[in-house]
């Protein structure tokens, strides 16, 4: 242990052999949630029977971009490569949920795809 909280690994995982800081559990939910949002606009697609991006789609992105990029930031990974390659898709979902609100209001529902 070299007593900073978020970089040592989990106490309670260790008896699995699993050795996982709390930053690297952030990184991975957000890493996971990114690749998820592509699930969740398969099956809104199949819902509506054409190509449709639901907002969730947009907070999936944003959310899962900025938990990547604080572990590629403020974990001991420190890596410029994982930085950019969330940063940009960060700043592109935040434009898009925008663009989203603007555009079908706050009730997605009232407007159309």
């Known amino acids: 242990m070299t007593g900073d909280f978020m970089?040592?690994?989990?106490?309670?995982?260790?008896?699995?052999?699993?050795?996982?800081?709390?930053w690297k559990l952030i990184g991975l939910t957000g890493a996971f949630m990114f690749g998820a949002r592509w699930l969740v606009q398969f099956i809104a697609?199949?819902?509506h029977g054409k190509p449709v991006i639901p907002r969730l789609f947009w907070?999936?992105?944003?959310?899962?971009?900025?938990?990547?990029?604080s572990y590629f930031v403020f974990s001991q990974k420190?890596?410029?490569?994982?930085?950019i390659?969330?940063?940009f898709p960060s700043f592109?979902?935040?434009y898009s949920l925008y663009l989203d609100i603007?555009?079908?209001?706050w009730h997605r529902d009232k407007a159309s795809h």
Not at 12 to 20: R, S
């Open 7 to 22: 970089n040592d690994p989990i106490g309670w995982l260790e008896w699995t052999g699993i050795h996982m800081s709390p």
């Open 59 to 69: 907070y999936m992105s944003l959310c899962g971009s900025a938990m990547t990029l």
């Open 102 to 105: 603007r555009h079908r209001g």
């Open 92 to 94: 592109t979902a935040a």
């Open 45 to 47: 697609s199949r819902r």
């Open 78 to 83: 420190q890596d410029a490569v994982g930085v």
């Open 85 to 87: 390659q969330n940063l």
